[in-house]
Protein backbone atom coordinates (compact mmCIF):
# COMPACT_ATOMS: atom_id res chain seq x y z
CA UNK A 1 0.00 0.00 0.00
CA UNK A 2 1.39 3.56 -0.86
CA UNK A 3 0.51 5.12 2.86
CA UNK A 4 2.14 2.28 4.75
CA UNK A 5 5.47 2.62 2.28
CA UNK A 6 5.47 6.58 2.68
CA UNK A 7 4.46 6.60 6.30
CA UNK A 8 8.11 4.56 7.12
CA UNK A 9 9.65 6.47 4.71
CA UNK A 10 10.87 9.07 6.87
CA UNK A 11 12.22 6.30 9.85
CA UNK A 12 15.40 5.52 10.93
CA UNK A 13 15.90 2.44 12.67
CA UNK A 14 18.56 2.47 15.46
CA UNK A 15 19.02 -0.87 18.37
CA UNK A 16 20.58 1.86 19.93
CA UNK A 17 19.29 4.98 21.79
CA UNK A 18 20.63 8.50 21.88
CA UNK A 19 19.16 11.96 23.12
CA UNK A 20 16.44 13.16 20.51
CA UNK A 21 17.42 16.25 18.59
CA UNK A 22 15.55 19.83 18.30
CA UNK A 23 13.29 18.21 15.35
CA UNK A 24 12.93 14.68 16.09
CA UNK A 25 10.82 11.95 17.87
CA UNK A 26 12.10 8.86 19.13
CA UNK A 27 10.03 5.76 19.49
CA UNK A 28 11.33 2.76 21.36
CA UNK A 29 10.26 -0.38 21.36
CA UNK A 30 10.85 -3.36 23.84
CA UNK A 31 9.64 -6.74 24.14
CA UNK A 32 7.14 -7.24 27.45
CA UNK A 33 8.32 -10.93 27.51
CA UNK A 34 11.91 -10.29 29.28
CA UNK A 35 12.20 -13.25 31.53
CA UNK A 36 15.51 -12.58 32.66
CA UNK A 37 15.82 -12.81 36.45
CA UNK A 38 19.04 -10.63 36.55
CA UNK A 39 17.08 -7.80 34.74
CA UNK A 40 13.80 -7.98 36.07
CA UNK A 41 15.77 -7.60 39.89
CA UNK A 42 17.63 -4.92 38.77
CA UNK A 43 14.03 -2.82 36.92
CA UNK A 44 12.46 -3.57 40.29
CA UNK A 45 15.59 -2.06 42.73
CA UNK A 46 14.19 0.89 40.13
CA UNK A 47 10.82 1.11 42.07
CA UNK A 48 9.65 3.86 44.18
CA UNK A 49 7.51 3.02 46.79
CA UNK A 50 4.52 4.16 45.27
CA UNK A 51 5.45 1.92 42.64
CA UNK A 52 6.23 -1.41 44.64
CA UNK A 53 2.50 -0.93 45.49
CA UNK A 54 0.75 -0.09 42.16
CA UNK A 55 3.30 -3.65 41.23
CA UNK A 56 2.06 -5.30 43.85
CA UNK A 57 -1.48 -4.61 42.92
CA UNK A 58 -0.97 -6.19 39.74
CA UNK A 59 -3.05 -9.82 40.03
CA UNK A 60 -1.25 -11.64 37.28
CA UNK A 61 2.53 -12.45 36.51
CA UNK A 62 2.46 -10.79 33.00
CA UNK A 63 1.00 -7.66 34.36
CA UNK A 64 4.04 -7.48 37.08
CA UNK A 65 6.21 -8.13 34.27
CA UNK A 66 4.97 -5.71 32.24
CA UNK A 67 4.72 -2.76 34.48
CA UNK A 68 8.43 -3.58 35.69
CA UNK A 69 9.54 -3.23 31.80
CA UNK A 70 7.58 -0.28 31.28
CA UNK A 71 9.26 1.77 34.27
CA UNK A 72 12.41 0.64 33.48
CA UNK A 73 12.43 1.31 30.03
CA UNK A 74 10.74 4.81 30.31
CA UNK A 75 13.40 5.50 33.10
CA UNK A 76 16.69 4.60 30.40
CA UNK A 77 14.77 6.72 27.42
CA UNK A 78 14.45 9.27 30.03
CA UNK A 79 17.89 9.33 31.64
CA UNK A 80 19.63 9.62 28.05
CA UNK A 81 17.36 12.78 27.01
CA UNK A 82 16.97 14.76 30.48
CA UNK A 83 20.99 13.81 31.65
CA UNK A 84 19.47 12.97 35.44
CA UNK A 85 20.08 9.26 36.90
CA UNK A 86 17.70 6.85 36.27
CA UNK A 87 17.06 5.94 39.71
CA UNK A 88 15.78 9.89 40.61
CA UNK A 89 12.52 9.86 38.28
CA UNK A 90 9.65 10.85 39.84
CA UNK A 91 6.57 9.81 37.63
CA UNK A 92 2.75 11.08 38.39
CA UNK A 93 0.11 11.80 36.35
CA UNK A 94 -2.26 14.40 35.29
CA UNK A 95 -6.41 14.50 36.15
CA UNK A 96 -7.03 12.23 33.27
CA UNK A 97 -4.47 10.11 33.89
CA UNK A 98 -1.57 11.24 31.56
CA UNK A 99 1.81 9.96 32.58
CA UNK A 100 4.22 13.38 33.77
CA UNK A 101 7.24 13.83 35.56
CA UNK A 102 7.10 14.96 38.88
CA UNK A 103 10.91 15.16 38.87
CA UNK A 104 12.68 16.70 37.17
CA UNK A 105 9.61 19.18 36.85
CA UNK A 106 11.04 21.09 33.60
CA UNK A 107 12.22 18.93 31.31
CA UNK A 108 11.83 19.91 27.81
CA UNK A 109 11.33 16.37 26.80
CA UNK A 110 7.37 15.30 26.37
CA UNK A 111 7.27 11.47 27.13
CA UNK A 112 4.33 9.06 26.43
CA UNK A 113 3.90 5.28 27.05
CA UNK A 114 1.59 2.89 25.29
CA UNK A 115 1.59 -0.90 25.15
CA UNK A 116 0.02 -3.52 23.11
CA UNK A 117 0.39 -7.53 22.66
CA UNK A 118 3.86 -8.12 23.45
CA UNK A 119 5.39 -4.87 23.02
CA UNK A 120 5.88 -1.67 24.99
CA UNK A 121 6.44 1.51 23.34
CA UNK A 122 7.86 5.26 25.14
CA UNK A 123 7.79 8.60 22.57
CA UNK A 124 10.30 11.46 23.66
CA UNK A 125 10.68 14.43 21.81
CA UNK A 126 11.30 17.91 22.64
CA UNK A 127 8.17 19.18 22.33
CA UNK A 128 5.15 20.68 24.43
CA UNK A 129 3.10 17.64 24.42
CA UNK A 130 2.89 13.73 22.44
CA UNK A 131 0.90 10.84 22.03
CA UNK A 132 1.63 7.64 21.33
CA UNK A 133 -0.45 4.27 19.93
CA UNK A 134 0.50 0.70 19.20
CA UNK A 135 -2.53 -2.01 18.17
CA UNK A 136 -2.61 -5.29 16.89
CA UNK A 137 -4.96 -5.41 13.57
CA UNK A 138 -7.33 -8.50 14.24
CA UNK A 139 -9.74 -9.57 12.06
CA UNK A 140 -14.10 -8.23 13.30
CA UNK A 141 -16.98 -8.50 11.95
CA UNK A 142 -18.77 -5.60 13.18
CA UNK A 143 -15.99 -2.77 11.62
CA UNK A 144 -19.05 -0.13 10.67
CA UNK A 145 -21.08 -1.12 13.95
CA UNK A 146 -18.37 0.02 16.12
CA UNK A 147 -16.98 3.04 13.90
CA UNK A 148 -20.62 4.11 13.77
CA UNK A 149 -20.31 4.32 17.49
CA UNK A 150 -17.50 5.96 17.95
CA UNK A 151 -16.20 8.16 14.70
CA UNK A 152 -16.74 10.92 12.93
CA UNK A 153 -19.16 11.09 10.03
CA UNK A 154 -16.10 11.13 7.48
CA UNK A 155 -14.29 8.38 9.00
CA UNK A 156 -17.14 5.77 8.60
CA UNK A 157 -18.38 6.48 5.03
CA UNK A 158 -14.84 6.36 4.30
CA UNK A 159 -14.80 2.98 5.52
CA UNK A 160 -17.92 1.95 4.48
CA UNK A 161 -16.63 2.65 0.70
CA UNK A 162 -13.93 0.63 1.55
CA UNK A 163 -13.79 -3.24 -0.06
CA UNK A 164 -15.05 -5.40 2.65
CA UNK A 165 -11.74 -6.68 3.02
CA UNK A 166 -10.07 -3.70 3.26
CA UNK A 167 -11.98 -2.22 6.31
CA UNK A 168 -10.39 -3.50 9.54
CA UNK A 169 -6.98 -2.22 8.53
CA UNK A 170 -7.94 0.86 8.22
CA UNK A 171 -10.11 0.64 11.10
CA UNK A 172 -7.43 0.09 12.98
CA UNK A 173 -5.28 2.69 11.56
CA UNK A 174 -8.09 5.29 12.43
CA UNK A 175 -8.37 4.15 15.98
CA UNK A 176 -4.64 3.80 16.23
CA UNK A 177 -4.03 7.70 14.72
CA UNK A 178 -6.92 8.78 17.11
CA UNK A 179 -6.03 6.72 20.48
CA UNK A 180 -2.05 8.78 19.76
CA UNK A 181 -3.95 12.19 19.29
CA UNK A 182 -6.19 11.86 22.24
CA UNK A 183 -3.38 10.61 24.45
CA UNK A 184 -0.71 13.81 23.02
CA UNK A 185 -3.80 16.00 24.23
CA UNK A 186 -3.80 14.61 27.36
CA UNK A 187 -7.83 14.63 28.07
CA UNK A 188 -8.35 10.96 28.48
CA UNK A 189 -11.63 9.72 27.80
CA UNK A 190 -13.34 13.65 28.20
CA UNK A 191 -12.39 14.00 24.51
CA UNK A 192 -14.68 11.94 22.29
CA UNK A 193 -13.31 10.04 19.33
CA UNK A 194 -16.25 11.45 17.09
CA UNK A 195 -15.59 15.40 17.89
CA UNK A 196 -12.51 15.01 15.20
CA UNK A 197 -11.36 12.99 12.25
CA UNK A 198 -8.54 11.62 10.80
CA UNK A 199 -7.73 12.45 7.11
CA UNK A 200 -5.73 9.30 5.72
CA UNK A 201 -4.37 9.94 2.44
CA UNK A 202 -2.69 7.32 0.53
CA UNK A 203 1.23 8.40 0.27
CA UNK A 204 0.29 11.65 2.10
CA UNK A 205 0.73 12.21 6.20
CA UNK A 206 -2.73 12.01 8.42
CA UNK A 207 -4.44 15.49 8.89
CA UNK A 208 -6.83 15.67 11.55
CA UNK A 209 -10.47 17.85 11.45
CA UNK A 210 -10.87 19.31 15.23
CA UNK A 211 -14.51 20.34 15.96
CA UNK A 212 -13.94 24.47 17.08
CA UNK A 213 -15.52 23.55 20.46
CA UNK A 214 -12.89 21.07 21.14
CA UNK A 215 -10.07 23.00 19.16
CA UNK A 216 -7.48 24.32 21.74
CA UNK A 217 -5.35 25.75 18.69
CA UNK A 218 -2.82 24.22 18.67
CA UNK A 219 -1.12 22.38 15.82
CA UNK A 220 -0.04 18.54 15.41
CA UNK A 221 1.95 16.00 13.25
CA UNK A 222 0.22 12.72 13.26
CA UNK A 223 2.51 9.97 11.56
CA UNK A 224 1.14 6.13 10.94
CA UNK A 225 3.61 3.04 10.89
CA UNK A 226 3.84 -0.60 10.68
CA UNK A 227 6.11 -2.56 12.60
CA UNK A 228 7.80 -5.50 12.14
CA UNK A 229 4.90 -8.72 13.16
CA UNK A 230 1.87 -6.64 11.76
CA UNK A 231 1.75 -3.99 15.02
CA UNK A 232 0.21 -0.23 14.22
CA UNK A 233 2.02 2.23 15.60
CA UNK A 234 0.68 6.10 15.77
CA UNK A 235 2.54 9.33 17.00
CA UNK A 236 0.76 12.83 17.65
CA UNK A 237 3.44 15.58 18.45
CA UNK A 238 2.64 19.14 19.04
CA UNK A 239 4.47 21.19 16.63
CA UNK A 240 6.40 23.83 17.62
CA UNK A 241 5.25 27.92 16.33
CA UNK A 242 8.03 27.65 13.50
CA UNK A 243 5.84 24.85 12.08
CA UNK A 244 8.79 22.46 11.73
CA UNK A 245 7.88 18.94 10.73
CA UNK A 246 9.62 16.23 13.43
CA UNK A 247 11.60 13.20 11.63
CA UNK A 248 10.45 10.02 13.30
CA UNK A 249 13.50 7.43 14.51
CA UNK A 250 12.69 4.24 15.90
CA UNK A 251 14.59 1.96 17.94
CA UNK A 252 14.40 -1.70 19.75
CA UNK A 253 16.34 -2.53 23.26
CA UNK A 254 16.03 -4.52 26.34
CA UNK A 255 16.18 -1.87 28.93
CA UNK A 256 19.42 -1.73 31.01
CA UNK A 257 21.38 -4.89 28.49
CA UNK A 258 22.89 -4.66 25.27
CA UNK A 259 20.93 -3.45 22.62
CA UNK A 260 19.49 -6.42 20.16
Known sequence: MARTRQAISHIATKSTIVPVGEAEVDVVVASDAISDTGLLSRYEALLTDDDRHRYRQQRFEAGRRRFLITRALARQVLSINCDVA???FVFG????GKPNLLYPSQSRVA???AHASG???IAVA???AIG???EYPAPMDDTLEIAQRYFATEE???LGALPPNCRDERFFDYWTLKEAYV???GLGLSLPFNRFAIDIGDGERPQIAVEPDVDDGRKWQIDLMSLQGGHRLAVAVELPSTGVYFGIRLSHIVPFDDPV
Open 132 to 134: VDV
Open 183 to 185: KGR
Open 156 to 158: VEA
Open 93 to 96: TNQW
Open 119 to 121: LIV
Open 111 to 113: FNI
Open 86 to 88: SVD
Open 126 to 128: RAD
